[in-house]
């Protein structure tokens, strides 16, 4: 089981971080993802790490802003957002595994504006 | 990147009929595709992995066809829980991205 937590109304340019609580599961033996969807979009996805934390990918459009982390005693996974803008504007999934994704977690949303 | 083009847009469908939905890839994909399904209010749901293999608990009438750029998802016969958004998604450039299609809806005809 996957539950999301931090999302809510921030301005432009303002941070965020997400926290995905994970459970049910070995978590330290899984990558993990955050994907986000917009209507306009659809599904996204954003940032994954390594089971390890030795790796970590992003999507273009949020390197330098985004940085996903995760912490292996509480068994959380997490999305620091600074420099946010309109356009990051969704609702931010955390999943398991970035080849297919299976679970995820309800979502959080997250909106950017002033 | 490789872009996901899924088609139709729209589907409508009677209950107990058979529904396919295609995906397309900008190039070869291999057979790193997924399917989803997501209901409204709710996450997605894997459903197909690997072209074809059903995800735990997904009923036998959902099946995956496909290999390279051409893909195919079948409802073999549909039932009004499976009214809802589809989406294909690639792997096959994993690290560092994978990119999902715009989706299908099947909606009730």
């Known amino acids: 089981q996957l539950v999301e937590s931090g999302g809510g109304l921030v301005q432009p340019g303002g941070s965020l971080r997400l926290s995905c609580a994970a459970s049910g599961f070995t978590f330290n033996n899984y990558w993990m993802s955050w994907v986000r969807q917009t209507p306009g979009k659809g599904l996204e996805w954003v940032a994954s790490?390594?089971?390890?934390?030795?790796?970590?990918y992003y999507v273009d459009s949020v390197k330098g802003r985004f940085t996903i982390s995760r912490d292996f005693a509480k068994n959380f996974l997490y999305l620091q957002m600074n420099s946010l803008r309109a356009e990051d504007t969704a609702v931010y999934y955390c999943a398991r595994d970035p080849n297919w994704f299976d679970p995820w977690g309800q979502g959080t949303l997250v909106t950017v504006s002033s | 990147e490789i872009v996901m083009t899924q088609s139709p847009v729209t589907l409508s469908v009677s209950p107990g009929e058979r529904a396919t939905l295609s995906c397309r890839a900008s190039q070869s994909v291999g057979s790193y595709l997924a399917w989803y399904q997501q209901k409204p209010g709710q996450a997605p749901r894997l459903l197909i992995y690997?072209?074809?293999t059903r995800a735990t608990g997904i009923p036998a009438r959902f099946s995956g066809s496909g290999s390279g750029t051409e893909f195919t998802l079948t409802i073999s016969s549909l039932q009004s829980e499976d009214f809802a958004v589809y989406y294909c998604?690639?792997?096959?450039?994993?690290?560092?991205?994978?990119?999902f299609g715009q989706g299908t809806k099947v909606e009730i005809k």
């Open positions: 690997g072209t074809s």
């Open positions: 998604q690639q792997y096959s450039n994993w690290p560092p991205a994978v990119t």
């Open positions: 790490i390594k089971h390890d934390g030795s790796e970590k």
